[in-house]
Nanobody, 119 residues
Framework: QVQLAESGGGLVQAGGSLRLSCAAS????????MGWFRQAPGKEREFVAR????????LYANSVKGRFTISRVNAENLVYLQMNSLKPEDTAVYYC????????????WGQGTQVTVSS
């Protein structure tokens, strides 16, 4: 079993920055890929970013490419999402997720953290 806990959300003005953290426990953190997703009110959950087990491969949604950076520190069981140049449309609940399957299928999820970007 893997437990995930996000933190770092909050209210920020457009153009500002936030860094989300996700702490993992259970399992062997360095053996699974991690991802960030978000869900805005009235919308479906959408993919934001993914990072491979060692941190050497990353993937981003087009909507955040160049503004968001995903990273991880395996020694501390942490994954981060640095969000810069935030826009009101980035407002959502952000979730971290673990892919322990190796097949780009996320089987563990955190509870989410709210990010609100004001215009």
């Amino acid at each position: 079993q893997v437990q995930l806990a996000e933190s770092g959300g909050g209210l920020v003005q457009a153009g500002g920055s936030l860094r989300l953290s996700c702490a993992a426990s259970g399992g062997t953190f360095s053996r699974y890929a991690m991802g960030w997703f978000r869900q805005a009110p009235g919308k479906e959950r959408e993919f934001v970013a993914r990072i491979g087990r060692s941190g050497d491969t990353t993937l981003y949604a087009n909507s955040v490419k160049g503004r968001f950076t995903i990273s991880r520190v395996n020694a501390e069981n942490l994954v981060y999402l640095q969000m810069n140049s935030l826009k009101p449309e980035d407002t959502a609940v952000y979730y971290c997720a673990a892919d322990t399957t190796g097949f780009v299928r996320y089987d563990y999820w955190g509870q989410g953290t709210q990010v609100t970007v004001s215009s």
